[in-house]
């Protein structure tokens, strides 16, 4: 019978962590570095500005709150953020139930579904200014028959930004609902059906809970981007069509929040990009409260496993 070898324990590994847990600040630095310039010092130098009078960044002149009250006494501002939560609340639902009708059918071994997932999940590889313009001319071509265009017709705009951003995001939402859907135990689901559940009652009772996390996700970003969408909708409408104000102040029907704040800051009048800096400042506290209330309802009734 052959011996075994003993020979000296290599303590290499253990070296290294220990390396590592010394030098762990460097390893942290260049993140810390690219948050800092890239969001830190731009976040904190708009919050600055929109407390300004400005034309570019070097001549800015702190004038105090007045860009906030222009900004929220502007009815083009407060009718863009009214029309952004309808749109952003008409595609959480457009977008979400077939998102999630389509990842379910896709999880039930359906032949080809792998090819499926890739034919709805290539919208979302295209640009948003680039979607814009081909919608446009699909919607002026239907339209054309009635002798009319989308930039005519607010309702038609809205259902148009509908339209196209369903098609761009329902396979980005797909794929996260079959991540979730494919995380749910199979034990679960045999244990339903072995006390007689039927499909309805495994699907409302125990997938649909397990999936609470991908939901959570997906709500999240479909309010986020439903109101911070820009592209889309400077392509497909441009804010078109206009109507005027009592006060004279030109508001523009399909105009959204990230698209008003673009036309207030390049106005020819350089005075308002102080008040189009508190308007975006204004337009973050809004997107972040929301997003924060949504995570927080939807948390709540996510089922731990």
């Not at 590994?13 to 690219?34: E, M, R, S």
Request: proline fraction near 4%; include cysteine.
């Amino acid at each position: 019978m052959a011996k075994k070898k003993y020979g000296r324990r290599n303590h290499q590994p253990t070296v290294l962590a220990g390396q590592i847990q010394k030098w762990w600040w460097l390893f942290l630095l260049p993140v810390v570095a690219a948050f800092a310039i890239g969001f830190g010092w731009p976040f904190f130098q708009g919050i600055w500005l929109s407390l300004c009078k400005f034309k570019t960044t070097s001549d800015a002149t702190f004038i105090g709150f007045s860009n906030y009250g222009r900004a929220l006494s502007d009815p083009s501002f407060v009718h863009s953020f009214w029309y952004s939560a309808l749109f952003a609340v008409t595609s959480l639902v457009f977008i979400n139930i077939p998102a999630f009708a389509v990842a379910y059918a896709l999880t039930q071994d359906i032949k080809g579904s792998n090819l499926y997932r890739t034919v709805f999940f290539m919208p979302n590889l295209i640009g948003g200014i680039v979607l814009g313009y081909i919608w446009s001319m699909i919607f002026d071509g239907i339209l054309s028959h009635y002798n009319t265009s989308i930039l005519l017709n607010s309702t038609y705009g809205f259902w148009g930004l509908i339209i196209l951003i369903c098609w761009q995001q329902i396979g980005y939402m797909m794929i996260i609902y079959i991540a979730g859907l494919q995380a749910v135990p199979g034990d679960m689901i045999e244990a339903a059906e072995i006390d007689g559940a039927n499909k309805w009652q495994t699907l409302f009772k125990i997938i649909i809970p397990n999936v609470m996390p991908s939901i959570t996700i997906c709500m999240f970003l479909s309010i986020t981007n439903g109101f911070k969408l820009f592209d889309q909708n400077l392509a497909l409408t441009g804010g078109q069509p206009f109507t005027m104000s009592p006060d004279g102040t030109t508001i523009k029907e399909t105009e959204m929040l990230a698209l008003n704040i673009y036309n207030t800051f390049y106005n020819s009048n350089a005075a308002s990009r102080g008040t189009a800096q508190a308007k975006a400042v204004i337009f973050f506290i809004l997107v972040a409260a929301l997003g924060l209330i949504q995570l927080k309802f939807t948390r709540d009734k996510e089922v731990q496993q």
